[in-house]
């Protein structure tokens, strides 16, 4: 994952090769990597080059694969230290502040949710034919695309907190042949940069609702009422807690509970009157992956 060793490993290499590709220091613990990964099958070495044969790594290596890589990794990184240290952070310790560095990873790890999103956003451009957009947090672009792609008029706006997730966004636009219509900005949206300032036929907030504290929250979204359009709508999408029965909300809202600058995930009725609050008259709720909680909230 992290370590670069199952991207090395996309072609056979020598232990030599690996060690200078991956600026090993401690070669005992690339031998004693390569040789769990021969025990799990996963690995295996002949004429003394190691190769990847299982079909778990063969699986995350592969790029289509990329979102369940990231997951992967996460759960070995980041989620991993909520169940280490859940005990201390139970009982007073401090949260971890390590959601400043996973900005890419977070990035990568939310396109395993790209084709419900996708579906539930060309709808509702399909309905509303926006002409400005603005997507706050808008990581790979993707969202972006779907948009710009589904109506050739409209044109957009991003807006990314982490620098590097902001370059990893503009180089997608170009490559998509996108960037003539979309500007995607460096910022935070509790202090707007000029450039977007509005008024928005539709503006995205997915995934990052649970970046605010309450107060936080409803001042977010009143500052973003005044920002959409007449006729215009805010659209979110977001895990909750408590509808069913969901591992991964679950999951995810014990991690955004463990994490400095994190929230808990809304409950599905408090994210509709948290919305209200915020000015909105009306609330449009649908589920967007069958027996979980991620919904999506159009607001107008």
Same mark, same amino acid.
């Given at each position: 994952?992290d370590?670069g060793?199952?991207?090395?490993?996309?072609?056979p290499?020598?232990r030599?090769e690996?060690?200078?590709?991956l /600026?090993?220091?401690r070669?005992?613990? !690339? @031998?004693a990597?390569?040789e769990? +990964?021969?025990? #799990?099958g996963?690995?295996? &070495?002949?004429?003394?080059r190691y190769?990847?044969t299982?079909?778990?790594s063969?699986?995350l290596?592969?790029?289509?694969?990329?979102?369940l890589?990231a997951?992967?990794?996460a759960n070995?990184t980041?989620?991993?230290?909520?169940?280490r240290?859940?005990s201390?952070?139970?009982?007073?310790?401090?949260?971890d502040?390590?959601?400043?560095s996973?900005?890419p990873?977070?990035?990568?790890v939310?396109?395993i949710?790209?084709p419900?999103v996708?579906?539930f956003?060309?709808e509702?451009?399909? /309905?509303?034919?926006p002409?400005?957009i !603005? @997507?706050?947090g808008c990581?790979? +672009?993707?969202? #972006?695309?779907?948009?710009? &792609?589904e109506?050739?008029r409209?044109?957009g706006?991003g807006?990314?907190?982490?620098?590097?997730?902001?370059?990893?966004?503009?180089?997608?636009l170009?490559?998509?042949?996108?960037?003539?219509r979309?500007?995607?900005f460096?910022?935070?949206?509790?202090?707007?940069?000029e450039e977007?300032?509005?008024?928005?036929?539709?503006?995205?907030?997915?995934?990052?609702?649970?970046?605010f504290?309450l107060?936080?929250r409803?001042?977010?979204?009143?500052a973003?009422?005044?920002?959409v359009?007449?006729?215009?709508a805010l659209v979110?999408?977001?895990?909750c807690?408590g509808?069913?029965a969901?591992l991964?909300?679950a999951?995810?809202?014990?991690?955004?509970?463990?994490?400095?600058?994190?929230?808990?995930?809304?409950e599905?009725?408090?994210?509709?009157?948290?919305?209200?609050e915020?000015g909105f008259?009306?609330?449009?709720?649908?589920?967007?992956?069958?027996?979980t909680?991620?919904f999506?909230?159009i607001?107008?």
């Amino acid at each position: 994952m992290d370590s670069g060793l199952l991207g090395a490993l996309s072609e056979p290499r020598t232990r030599e090769e690996l060690s200078a590709r991956l /600026e090993v220091a401690r070669p005992e613990l !690339l @031998d004693a990597i390569l040789e769990l +990964g021969s025990s #799990l099958g996963e690995i295996s &070495e002949k004429s003394g080059r190691y190769r990847v044969t299982g079909s778990r790594s063969r699986a995350l290596q592969a790029e289509r694969n990329d979102a369940l890589a990231a997951l992967v990794e996460a759960n070995v990184t980041y989620y991993n230290d909520v169940f280490r240290n859940f005990s201390r952070r139970l009982k007073g310790a401090p949260l971890d502040e390590g959601i400043r560095s996973i900005g890419p990873l977070v990035a990568r790890v939310s396109r395993i949710s790209e084709p419900f999103v996708e579906h539930f956003l060309r709808e509702v451009v399909r /309905e509303r034919r926006p002409r400005r957009i !603005l @997507d706050i947090g808008c990581g790979s +672009g993707q969202n #972006l695309r779907t948009v710009l &792609e589904e109506d050739p008029r409209t044109e957009g706006v991003g807006l990314e907190v982490d620098p590097e997730v902001v370059t990893q966004g503009r180089e997608n636009l170009r490559a998509w042949g996108l960037d003539a219509r979309v500007a995607v900005f460096s910022g935070d949206v509790r202090a707007i940069p000029e450039e977007v300032q509005g008024p928005f036929d539709l503006i995205l907030l997915f995934s990052v609702i649970y970046y605010f504290t309450l107060p936080d929250r409803i001042a977010l979204l009143q500052a973003l009422r005044n920002r959409v359009s007449p006729g215009g709508a805010l659209v979110i999408a977001t895990s909750c807690r408590g509808e069913n029965a969901d591992l991964f909300s679950a999951n995810l809202n014990l991690a955004t509970s463990s994490m400095e600058g994190l929230t808990p995930l809304p409950e599905v009725a408090e994210m509709e009157a948290h919305l209200r609050e915020g000015g909105f008259d009306s609330v449009l709720r649908k589920r967007l992956i069958a027996r979980t909680n991620y919904f999506g909230f159009i607001a107008s």
